[in-house]
């Protein structure tokens, strides 16, 4: 797993959106979006105008919803729940681990915990270094998984996110330590996904082709 495939985006639609971007940035210097950033844009919603109306739609999301501020937000009572390792993955993304035994549907704020995804998916695109990878690894660890961590909504609001303020953010997600219980769940999820976003998640079976895609020291024993 030495590289990425990316599709390519067509440099005159790149042009044309920076243009339109710049008349937007000249106003307003905090709707600055990088080339890296136009570029996913693209890659996700296809059109110069759809990818401007997305973009326009994420920095009022971000303004209203306070992710500047969500490392001033009490975590104290969340860090189980996920964190951005220190390492990366075999081709340089940041991973973002996620212990689902530490996590109760029924015994969770679905506000304060989406908001912590939130500030986990951010803090993970700062460690990008985007000339190398722009995009992340998930890791679900279902080791000690029941029914009782299955939360569908969380599911959904980090599709969501995913698909409409991170766009092409994903590079993979690894799912590891699966139970057979897991099978049954799947499909439920896998409908909520499209194409493209499903072709990413791996379901890894041992730790020799754990090694495809990272080093499985780097995963955390304290959560």
């Given at each position: 797993m030495s590289s990425e495939e990316l599709a390519p985006v067509n440099e005159q639609d790149l042009k044309d959106l920076k243009e339109r971007m710049k008349l937007i940035v000249d106003a307003d210097p905090t709707q600055y979006h990088n080339d890296f950033s136009l570029r996913r844009y693209?890659?996700?919603f296809k059109?110069?105008?759809a990818a401007f109306q997305a973009i326009l739609k994420t920095n009022k999301w971000r303004e209203t919803?306070?992710?500047a501020k969500l490392g001033d937000m009490d975590r104290s009572g969340l860090e189980g729940k996920a964190r951005?390792?220190?390492?990366r993955d075999c081709i340089g993304r940041p991973v973002?681990?996620?212990p689902a035994k530490n996590h109760n549907a029924s015994a969770r704020d679905i506000d304060e915990l989406t908001r912590f995804i939130v500030y986990n998916l951010e803090e993970a695109c700062k460690k990008c270094f985007e000339?190398?990878?722009d995009?992340?690894?998930i890791v679900f660890d279902l080791a000690d998984f029941s029914t009782s961590c299955m939360d569908y909504q969380l599911v959904?609001?980090?599709i969501w996110l995913l698909s409409k303020h991170f766009p092409e953010r994903l590079g993979i997600c690894l799912i590891i330590n699966s139970p057979g219980l897991f099978s049954t769940i799947w499909p439920a999820i896998r409908v909520l996904l499209d194409d493209n976003t499903a072709k990413k998640v791996k379901f890894v079976g041992d730790e020799v082709e754990l090694c495809q895609y990272l080093i499985p020291d780097i995963l955390p024993t304290d959560m």
């Open positions: 693209l890659r996700a059109t110069t105008d919803y306070g992710v951005v390792l220190r390492h973002v681990y996620i000339e190398v990878t995009r992340l690894c959904q609001n980090l």
